[in-house]
């Protein structure tokens, strides 16, 4: 039997050095690694083969809706350069978005991902709808595939964990800014992206009214309207209400909506005058701080947002490693004049 010494005494090199070589461990010259690997094949050592552990290649999938949304945007490129960032060279990210809310979309994108990509594994920003959660409870239960949420929550789901924020407590951030820069009277707009379909907005317009009628009920709240991701019905909805009611002071922009808004508030000359409070801290919402049309900025920890589903999810297929909070909630922070320029 051909032992390491041996071979290490043809290639004058040390036993360790042998060994290294054959294992494809570090701290060997390729060149040098190589030369040891034919000798031992020559010399009739084990097949190299039989010595090396193969790697296993994960293939992750990410689904995300809303994908106009530059905050959605940030985070499509934080998931693409994960295998790089994190130096995991045998994970492929496989992205998915759509502009829309249409629950068959995403159960369509779901499906391709797990019967074409055949996928190891789903980070998905999920659609408000029975029919997601009983997809989810089907690759976790039935085909093995685990899943992590981000951004917003099926909480009833068999999810391995969810990372996103509290979006009541940040509707409730958002009222209490509110109310401190209206001094607690006038009428303040809620403008919000869908009726249905995301969470998102429903749970921060919940938390909104919620702190206003608490704490600062001689603010008007108007009826709340919704945009539907059209940004020019945005702008129409902003200028009749600035047309309608004279005493229009704030105006709190739950996602969607953001670009009319703005137009419109230049268009009539009201920055002053009217307050906007905004989520996402991207870089268009960063510039309209800059340019005094908004007001305040509710963060939601884009940096965690765009790597935790991942690396949850490689942990767990890789090392089997379940997460220590199922529950993984981002920070919610401020930005505004005085910090804007400042690094998250």
């Known amino acids: 039997m051909v032992t390491m010494q041996q071979i290490a005494d043809k290639c004058g090199v040390s036993r360790g050095t042998v060994d290294r070589a054959l294992h494809h461990k570090e701290g060997v010259r390729e060149e040098v690694a190589q ?81 074409t990509e055949h996928i190891d594994g789903l980070a998905l920003m999920p659609l408000a709808n029975t029919l997601i959660r009983d997809k989810i409870n089907t690759l976790s239960e039935q085909k093995s595939i685990p899943v992590v949420t981000f951004n917003t929550d099926i909480a009833d789901a068999n999810r391995l964990a969810y990372i996103g924020p509290d979006n009541i407590a940040s509707g409730q951030a958002a009222a209490a800014l509110m109310g401190m820069v209206m001094q607690g009277h006038g009428t303040c707009l809620p403008i919000l992206g869908q009726r249905s379909g995301h969470y998102g907005d429903s749970q921060r317009l919940t938390g909104f009214l919620e702190e206003m009628q608490k704490n600062y ?43 009319g808004v703005y137009q419109a508030i230049r268009q009539t000359g009201l920055a002053e005058r009217i307050h906007v409070i905004v989520h996402d801290a991207t870089p268009d919402n960063m510039e309209m701080v800059r340019q005094g049309i908004v007001d305040f900025i ?43 320029n400042h690094s998250p």
């Open 217 to 259: 009920p001689n603010i008007r709240i108007m009826q709340p309207e919704y945009t539907f991701l059209d940004e020019e019905l945005a702008k129409r909805i902003t200028l009749r209400a600035i047309q309608s009611d004279s005493d229009l002071h704030g105006i709190y922009i739950a996602s969607a909506g953001r670009t």
């Open 298 to 340: 509710i963060g939601q920890d884009e940096q965690t947002q765009g790597n935790l589903p991942l690396r949850l999810l490689y942990d767990y297929l890789e090392h089997r490693h379940f997460p220590e909070n199922r529950i993984h909630i981002t920070d919610i922070t401020i930005k505004f004049r005085c910090n804007i």
């Open 35 to 115: 030369r040891i690997r034919d000798t031992a094949r020559d010399m009739g050592y084990l097949p190299i083969r039989s010595t090396v552990k193969p790697v296993k290649e994960w293939k992750l999938g990410v689904i995300l809706h809303s994908a106009r949304s530059s905050f959605v945007q940030l985070l499509c490129q934080s998931f693409q350069d994960f295998p790089q960032r994190e130096n995991i060279p045998h994970v492929t990210v496989v992205i998915r978005t759509m502009d829309d809310m249409d629950v068959w979309h995403q159960l369509a994108l779901i499906d391709e991902l797990v019967n």
